[in-house]
């Protein structure tokens, strides 16, 4: 009898562990979710409400094929205005537009891309479409069911229902509804950097977070939220992402210099790159401005660290992220109004000593240098560069 008690414990205890594995899984995967900064595309940007079914096909197509997949970029998000009604028994259905949601995501699982979309914790999103609010589970569990790999989730008007106070509450009841489905899906925390979010982001499972209001296809508005994430670095690394919003390279309202600007300074901010213009009809300027895979790497670096400013001359910033082979990665910008020289002083970024220079964006080698390197940079312009121990 004492034998087949021991043996009831044995299993009783095996069982009880096997039970708490699966528990864990889902939060496992979370933590795992992000590593690096998402990379992807959105139909906001461009689209806005016009978006439907054929348009994110045609843009799942283009990244599939274009060299944007081989460079890392693998979500592909629709934002707002897909929703529909929900059903007597409250689950959502998607609009007119969207005859088939699970289609539409086995199809962009068939060219080995991921599948993002788009909700509010509030009763509405902020196009005026059906919200999540109080069909939290359902909705988390009617995205799993569609193959869905990221939400975007919109405080919108959530403000209409809830308290300041309980944005965190609300952002976690539907982390927890997103774990409950047992489907790892990246979750980004959509609400303009109101409250501190970098400071309890992570605590609710956000694996990025945005730190501000919407950006525009337009300089001034890209580098006030750019250089605006100046001290926010801290907050940063795998699994966890400040996001300054998505990019506009491509949309036709900067000029090259100026995107090339946001998309070194989005990379060495470490922030996701969701580009958000038609992948369909891009220059090949524009396709080898998002595709730089020096330049890329720098956002994907494994080490996960976030780039912060060194010095500043009035319009005149250099800024550094460190890389995980030891190396460094340096924006030179110019925010002024003619070209002007940026100077990097090696000892304001740890180097003593000679050290070698590398172009990211003309993809060569610049030399060795001793003390300092000095760029002349273009008007809204950039130099982006990667500076190794000669040592």
Known sequence: MAGKAGWRRRLTMLAILMLFAACEIPSMRAQELAATPPMG???????????????????????????MKAAGYEYVNIDDCWQGQRDAKGFIHPNSRFPDMKALGDYIHSLGL??????????????????????????????????????????????????????????????????????????????????RVWQWGP??????????????????????????????????????????DMLEVGNGHMNAD??????????????????GNDLTKMSQETLAMLTNPEVIAVDQDPAGIEGYRVSQEGPLQVWVKPLADGSKAVGLF??????????????????????????????????????????????HGVAMIKVTSGS
């Not at 595309?41 to 060299?67: L, P």
């Not at 919108?156 to 809830?162: D, G, H």
């Open 41 to 67: 595309w959105n139909s906001w940007n461009h689209f806005g409400c016009k978006v439907t079914d054929a348009i994110v096909r045609e843009q799942a197509r283009a990244m599939a094929t274009n060299g």
């Open 114 to 195: 991921k599948f993002g979309i788009y909700s509010s914790p509030g009763p509405k999103t902020c196009a005026g479409y059906t919200g999540s609010y109080q069909h939290e589970k359902q909705d988390a569990e009617t995205y799993a069911s569609w193959g869905v790999d990221y939400l975007k989730y919109d405080w919108c008007s959530a403000r209409q229902v809830y308290k300041p106070s309980e944005m965190p509450a609300v952002y976690k009841k539907m982390h927890d509804a997103l774990v409950a489905t047992n489907r790892p899906i990246v979750y980004s925390l959509c609400e303009y950097g109101m409250d």
């Open 203 to 244: 605590s609710v499972g956000g694996n990025l977070w945005r730190t501000t209001d919407d950006i525009e296809d337009n300089y001034t508005r890209m580098a006030f939220i750019g250089f605006g994430q100046a001290g926010l670095a801290r907050f940063a690394g795998p699994g966890h992402w400040n996001d300054p």
């Open 258 to 275: 100026e995107y090339r600007t946001h998309m070194s300074l989005w990379c060495i901010l470490a922030a996701p790159l969701i580009s």
């Open 334 to 379: 110019n925010e002024g109004e003619s070209t002007m020289p940026v100077t990097v002083h090696f000892k304001d970024i740890g180097f003593n000593g000679e050290v070698s220079v590398r172009d990211l964006w003309e993809r060569k080698d610049l030399g060795n240098f001793n003390g300092s390197y000095t760029a002349q940079v273009p008007r």
